[in-house]
């Protein structure tokens, strides 16, 4: 049974920092990996998605890498912005069904 | 604009009572979805729908009935409501069925938030 799990829970970090969120999943026979971002209130917004194939995606200051052997990804935030606050979810594709982690509470300081 | 959209945004209703959810996609998938996110925001696939046919239907009170009256469109109908169904009803949708592989990016709608009084 595929479980995903997401580190840390909560980070808060100030403006202009580098970082990594943590996605592992246990069960590596997977179609895709998804990273969305959620705003309080709102809908999931996709970022990014690798593919089983692939080992990272690049979209502006994102970029989310992909080990299926160790069942792992992470996600990279370049330069984080006060606009970067959010939950950051990951989601694993695999069998017949999509399994998301509890999230990443992302908090930005100016 | 190309999204998914659902409707309503807020459901407010009494224990006991019947409410549908209604879900559109005009990004020409084949692929819908409906998920679950509870009270701890974490997000739980309920049913998945290809082509207008039923793929997933994950452990859920058969009080929930999807329907799906052609590709664009997978409404949730729920009977009976529980308190325990509060929560916020995603709807979902991607360009084809999730064991198919390829590039199989899913998009969400906005929510649909249930409380059950």
């Known amino acids: 049974k595929q479980e995903v799990t997401q580190i840390p829970a909560a980070l808060s970090v100030p403006e202009g920092e580098n970082l990594v969120l943590n996605c592992s999943f246990t069960d590596s026979a997977i179609y895709n990996l998804q990273w969305f971002r959620q705003d309080p209130g709102k809908g999931l917004t996709s970022l990014l998605l690798i593919q089983s194939s692939q080992r990272e995606q690049t979209s502006g200051r994102l970029n989310a890498s992909l080990d299926k052997s160790s069942g792992r990804s992470t996600l990279y935030i370049a330069a984080s912005q006060p606009g970067d606050s959010a939950t950051y979810l990951c989601?694993?594709?695999?069998?017949?069904?999509?399994?998301f982690g509890a999230g990443t509470r992302l908090f930005v300081k100016a | 604009d190309t999204a998914v959209s659902q409707t309503p945004k807020y459901l407010v209703t009494q224990m006991g009572n019947d409410k549908s959810i209604k879900c559109e996609q005009n990004l020409g998938h084949d692929t819908m979805y409906w998920y679950k996110q509870d009270s701890k925001k974490f997000l739980k696939i309920m049913f998945s729908?290809?082509?207008?046919?039923?793929?997933i239907n994950e452990t859920v009170p058969n009080r929930f009935s999807p329907k799906s009256p052609d590709k664009a469109h997978l409404n949730l109908h729920i009977n009976s409501l529980e308190l325990g169904d509060s929560a916020v009803y995603f709807c979902?949708?991607?360009?084809?069925?999730?064991?198919?592989?390829?590039?199989?990016?899913?998009?969400f709608g906005p929510g649909t938030r249930l409380t059950v009084l």
């Open positions: 979902a949708s991607g360009p084809r069925e999730l064991t198919s592989g390829g590039y199989n990016e899913q998009f």
């Open positions: 729908y290809n082509n207008k046919e039923l793929i």
């Open positions: 989601a694993v594709t695999g069998g017949f069904k999509t399994i």
